[in-house]
């Protein structure tokens, strides 16, 4: 609150009426963003709300379409990442943008590293130059080891090393947690504490409120492109974050009705995937929601591929109907009758130079829509599909537009609805509502709790906390690898949950 | 909101904007196609002549078979270099089994096709097998067949070939030569292939997105080795056809279609977006060869007119890019 | 045990190569007595010289996650203007700058046309292959001329000797040790490395990637220029699409180096040595009376091998992008 009565003079980075279009989209409309000097900035919305893009165009990866931008007073039209960094600006990138074959040492001084006489890379004096900026942040990196032989957790501290180089008066963190284990998310936020110290303006974008609430001073929320607003964090209640964030209140929109849970349908024994997650043990009943939750890298997805043969596992035994199935490979899951909705809409999902048609039918289209399991039966196949996008209101024009071309909720619903068409038994969602917005969301939700009520087995992998509790009957955390608790969603909470996916032990004391 | 509706309003007209350049896309080739046949039509009427269409037809089918093959290859997101050796290695077994050994006619070509389908699956097996990149495995099969080709023949041509294997290349039927047919019967199968089987679904759909559609449950290396084993099958063709209309079978018979066969398939593979590609593919064997015909009738020397399947080449590589780009632009969420 | 196997494994990744190469040598000397006389050695590596050159600029060009298959019509397009130019009566000197000049004015166009309209290059240098074969037809029409009937003196260039060595193999271990030390050794080269193995890190602090990018296609055209000079001076004249045998020779020699030294990546010393490896075979050979039709059997067959090395355990199918 300090810095507010001061005014003007103390903002050092002042974005004022900046839109930014990607052909067809508005990723930005005339968002003003001022920053001050010396103060702890966050930005926060929802998955497609722009704080990527508005970051990007401050680091001038971007440059914007309308709008003028000034850092530290100079207006930044025009210029590019060198000269950004000049001014002192670096920016922590949510992907790791590392040379996976260079050291450590050679990583953080990118770009920078001391030459020799003869033009050489001095890499004793390289090694030096990068060793205190490593310290920084972490003890115990060896400056000498290839970054590829790193955890993700110490990838992402190297990245913030190699922003240090450069002397910077502001930082940018893209969600820099996301990777991080919990005692380098410790680390980095001593480390921040520090640079609030030092003086260094920081802009933090972050999903999480916890970490908002413990280190920012003021925060923006954007959502579908628009500035929201800006306020000091103190006098933002979460609830209140939250309901800007998403414009309406989330827990309202899982149309979630009583479910009639049957049978063990299908039951998972010792799973082994050949990486991350160990010994995963379960059962789905009919007409169940099971959710799986647990951080980035706990494993869920491994779990999910393995289980559905699109990866090799090391071990395991998958039973159906007390039938033990043989899957080697995704043409062995799906004639059993087990379906997956990819992580990866885009790149595993859909073909999306393809059309919806095709798109709907492949999985079946050698049992449902071929004679001889050859010659495609034509209108039988468009019969379905046209049946299958009034059922589902599939936003589109017509069965034939191409896949690409549909917005994020309309393409899940083509992926869901090419399962249902293969008469699926068993369904996993492996965070079917990533970057989905909050209409596409509820049609999904609704879709899922469909299955069930028709006696599907689903099983629903996410991240999303509140999602899991309000959609699923019963969730599975997983912490490193492991499956290490298992609950009833009307008998838990949010907080036990969190509890939990961060590493909690039952036996120690719950602070939730 | 007022600044807000003016931004709408940009995102319409942007839209529009994508909607004409989608029809340009859509059309350009066939615009250009007819402008630059008026132009040479008006400049030298004999280019429209019956009898000059026929030679374009003739020398359309001959390159055809391989590029209809190419363009499989192409759809399942596969390179095939290998073909003009496989259809000259193609030709050489049959003509020789023919003329040296002295078996019947269609033992020879039963036998050359035989051998285009076994080399076919053997660049398949290393594509699917040894995960070889698609290009580089072709490229080791080209020079492997030109070793067996020289193996075989010791580098000589064959001459004189027999009367029936001549007639498929040189007979007529109704004024129109024989492999003009078979092309209109290769291209009949091949489109029905490709856009009414199962199989011809699959390897459009695993060359648009591999990893999607072997999470759909199709068998990704059956479907890939198929399309190699496809455009094996259908090379010798070209070769044997321009052996029996040439009335001579040389070593190096299959390097005249390399470029045009080629550029052929590639630009197949554009017109319509990666959709419709043996239809494209033809249009692209009649544009190529009809291009190169006409820079015969207007006098063009021989050494220019084999730079004109590379422009064409590159022409329609550039023209990809941009309807690309164009098209991607357009993820427009309008529904 | 399990480290000793580990270690023995990596061990056979990296020298795995240069084992198989001592080997082949010693079988050649056996079967052969003529193999390891200095003189056939120094054939040898007269040979390898065009192939290791243009081998070294397509390493650069690889590197950085790119391909250029333009060298296989460059090579030849440059010798028909080459013997054009002797033929009229031109210096040596201008004829060795027009060459040169050429390929960056290659490897330029193929910039613009990758970097800057981000075109693939693959079908970009492909079709430049197919572009460069038809002008070779057009300047050379097809005809094989010898340069000693025009010009002795620009044979010089390769024929002479610089102490106990010629200097084309002076010229292809120069270059070697040139980009072998640029590569590792300065920044610069450390970036096109880093352009291939993650381009977002090199943009991300503030470098030019695209800049570097096309940088490195005109150097690796001019390289390729070089090759073409080499190629046609060590013939003694223009064959016709001599360059089509170098796209496999070249191709295979990369391949082949990524097996050795740095198991995976593409490598400098790794490159002279699949090089060296490919003439030793076709020169081994070629001594012992194997017919002429079974060298490019077994150059494909060395090609498909040197490349399922590296890709065997990958376990995806590779497709191309258009």
Redesign the interface.
């Known amino acids: 609150m300090g810095t507010a009565r001061n005014g003007d003079e103390d903002v050092v980075i002042k974005a004022s009426l900046i839109?930014k279009?990607?052909?067809?989209?508005?990723a930005l409309?005339?968002v003003d963003f001022e920053v001050r000097k010396g103060e702890t900035h966050a930005l926060v919305g929802e998955n497609g709300a722009g704080k990527s893009t508005l970051m990007k165009i401050l680091y001038r990866?971007y440059s914007e379409d309308a709008g003028s931008l000034y850092i530290d007073g100079k207006n930044a039209k025009g210029m590019?990442?060198?000269q950004v960094?000049n001014l002192g600006l670096s920016?922590i990138?949510q992907?790791l943008?590392?040379?996976?074959?260079?050291t450590v040492a050679?990583?953080v001084c990118?770009?920078?590293?001391p030459?020799n006489k003869?033009?050489?890379?001095d890499w004793k004096e390289l090694k030096q130059k990068a060793a205190p900026y490593l310290k920084e942040i972490s003890s115990d990196i060896d400056l000498d080891a290839k970054v590829e032989e790193l955890s993700n957790s110490q990838q992402q501290l190297v990245t913030v090393a190699?922003a240090l180089v450069a002397h910077p008066r502001f930082l940018i963190l893209d969600e820099p947690t996301a990777r991080l284990d919990q005692k380098s998310t410790e680390a980095l936020f001593d480390f921040l504490d520090r640079c609030k110290e030092k003086g260094i303006t920081i802009i933090y974008i972050s999903h999480r409120l916890e970490e908002i609430y413990r280190l920012c001073d003021r925060i923006t929320v954007l959502r579908d492109g628009?500035k929201v607003l800006t306020a000091p964090v103190q006098e933002l209640a979460q609830t209140e974050l939250v309901k800007h964030m998403v414009g309406r209140e989330l827990k309202q929109q899982i149309p979630k009705g009583e479910a009639s849970i049957g049978e063990v349908v299908f039951s998972v024994r010792n799973l082994n995937p050949m990486a991350k997650a160990k010994d995963i043990s379960f059962d789905l009943h009919s007409g169940e929601i099971l959710g799986i939750v647990g951080s980035i890298g706990a494993g869920k997805s491994e779990v999910a591929r393995a289980i559905?043969g699109?990866d090799r596992k090391q071990s395991g035994v998958i039973r159906m109907q007390g039938e033990e199935l043989k899957i080697r490979?995704?043409?062995d899951?799906?004639?059993a009758g087990i379906a997956?909705v990819?992580e990866e809409r885009r790149?595993?999902?859909?073909?999306?130079?393809?059309s919806i048609r095709?798109n709907m039918t492949?999985?079946s289209?050698?049992k449902n829509f071929?004679a001889g399991?050859?010659?495609?039966k034509?209108r039988k196949e468009k019969e379905a599909v046209a049946k299958s996008i009034k059922d589902f209101r599939l936003?589109?024009?017509s069965p034939e537009q191409e896949a690409?071309?549909?917005?994020g909720g309309?393409q899940q619903k083509v992926v869901i609805g090419?399962w249902l068409l293969s008469d699926s038994k068993i369904y996993i969602f492996d965070e079917p509502t990533k970057g989905i917005d909050v209409g596409g969301k509820h049609d999904i939700y609704k879709m899922i709790v469909d299955l069930a009520k028709n006696g599907a087995g689903v099983i629903f992998i996410s991240n999303e906390l509140d999602e899991v509790l309000a959609l699923c009957d019963r969730t599975l955390i997983m912490f490193n690898g492991r499956l290490v608790k298992e609950v009833i969603n009307k008998d838990t909470t949010k907080n036990e949950l969190l509890f939990y996916v961060m590493g909690g032990k039952d036996n120690g004391s719950k602070s939730g | 909101m007022n600044?807000?509706s003016s931004?709408?309003e940009?995102?319409r007209t942007?839209?529009r904007k994508?909607a004409i350049a989608l029809f340009l896309i859509r059309y350009a080739v066939f615009v250009f196609f007819f402008f630059v046949y008026m132009a040479i039509a008006i400049y030298k009427p004999v280019f429209l002549s019956p009898a000059n269409l026929a030679d374009i037809m003739l020398t359309s089918s001959l390159v055809s078979f391989a590029s209809f093959g190419l363009s499989i290859v192409f759809a399942v997101g596969g390179v095939d270099l290998s073909f003009p050796n496989i259809a000259g290695y193609g030709a050489m077994l049959s003509t020789y089994l023919m003329i040296e050994v002295g078996y019947p006619v269609w033992v020879g070509i039963v036998a050359g096709i035989s051998v285009g389908l076994l080399i076919g699956t053997f660049n398949g097996l290393m594509v699917t097998r040894l995960y070889i990149n698609s290009f580089i495995a072709t490229l080791g099969t080209l020079f492997i067949l030109r070793g067996f080709l020289y193996w075989l023949t010791g580098g000589q041509s064959m001459q004189i070939l027999p009367q029936g294997f001549e007639y498929l290349g040189r007979g007529t039927l109704f004024n129109i030569r024989m492999p003009v047919y078979f092309m209109a019967g290769i291209f009949i199968l091949c489109y029905l292939f490709m856009e009414?089987?199962?199989?011809g679904?699959?390897i459009?759909?695993v060359g648009?997105?591999i990893?999607?559609?072997?999470?759909?449950?199709?068998?990704i290396k059956m479907i890939t080795l198929l399309s190699f084993m496809i455009c094996g099958l259908l090379s010798p063709l070209s070769g044997m056809l321009q052996a029996a209309s040439a009335s001579a079978a040389a070593v190096d018979i299959g390097d005249r279609f390399m470029v045009p066969a080629f550029a052929a398939a590639m630009m197949g593979t554009v017109i319509f977006?990666?959709k419709n590609v043996i239809l494209g593919t033809l249009f692209g064997i009649i544009f190529v060869e009809s291009l190169n015909n006409a820079a015969f009738i207007l006098g063009v020397s021989p050494e220019i007119r084999r730079v004109v399947p590379g422009i064409v080449l590159l022409a329609t590589i550039a023209f990809n890019y941009y309807a690309k780009r164009a098209l991607?632009?357009?993820?427009?969420?309008?529904? | 045990m399990g480290q000793k196997a580990d270690n023995w494994n990596k061990f056979i990744a990296n020298y795995g190569l240069l084992l198989a190469f001592l080997l082949a040598i010693i079988v050649f000397s056996l079967w052969s007595e003529n193999f390891l006389r200095w003189g056939n050695v120094q054939n040898i590596l007269i040979q390898t010289t065009s192939l290791g050159v243009c081998a070294f600029g397509l390493t650069l060009i690889m590197m950085m996650g790119e391909i250029d298959l333009s060298y296989a019509g460059l090579t030849g397009m440059i010798g028909a203007v080459m013997l054009k130019m002797i033929m009229a009566g031109y210096s040596p000197v201008s004829v060795v700058f027009v060459c040169l000049a050429i390929g960056m004015a290659s490897g330029l166009c193929i910039a613009i046309l990758v970097v800057g309209l981000r075109m693939s290059s693959f079908m970009v240098t492909l079709a430049a292959w197919f572009i460069y074969m038809g002008l070779e037809r057009y300047i050379g029409h097809g005809v094989t001329h010898w340069i000693y009937k025009y010009d002795e003196n620009i044979l010089k260039i390769v024929q002479g000797h610089a102490g106990p060595l010629p200097v084309p193999i002076i010229i292809m271990l120069g270059l070697f040790l040139l980009c072998w030390?640029f590569q590792t050794?300065?920044?610069t080269g450390?970036y096109i490395?880093?352009l291939g193995?993650?381009i977002?890190?090199?943009?991300?602090?503030?470098?030019?990637a695209n800049l570097l990018k096309g940088g490195t296609f005109v150097a690796g055209g001019l390289i390729f220029g070089l090759t073409g000079l080499i190629e046609t001076l060590r013939i003694g004249g223009s064959m016709v699409y001599s360059g089509r045998f170098l796209l496999i020779y070249a191709l295979g020699a990369v391949f082949l180096g990524s097996a050795a030294f740095k198991a995976g990546?593409y490598n400098f010393p790794g490159t002279l040595l699949g090089a060296l490896f490919f003439y030793t075979i076709i020169n081994g050979l070629t001594l012992n009376m194997v017919k002429f039709y079974y060298i490019p059997l077994v150059q494909g067959l060395f090609l498909i091998l040197a490349v399922a090395i590296t890709t065997v355990k990958r376990g995806e199918i590779e497709q191309v992008q258009f």
């Open positions: 839109s279009y990607f052909p067809g989209v508005i409309d005339n990866e590019g990442i060198r960094r920016l990138h992907d943008n590392l040379v996976p074959v260079f050679h990583n990118m770009g920078l590293e030459v003869l033009g050489f890379i190699r628009e559905f699109a490979d995704p043409r899951a799906i004639d997956l990819p790149k595993q999902g859909l073909v999306t130079t393809e095709k492949l999985p289209l050698g071929c399991g050859f010659w495609i034509q936003a589109t024009p690409r071309l549909l917005s309309t090419k | 600044r807000s931004n709408r940009q995102m942007l839209n994508d009414k089987t199962r199989w679904r699959q459009t759909l648009g997105n990893e999607a559609t072997r999470l759909s449950g199709v068998n977006q990666g991607s632009e357009m993820r427009v969420h309008a529904y | 030390l050794r300065t920044r450390q490395l880093a193995e993650n977002e890190a090199v943009k991300e602090v503030g470098l030019k990546k």
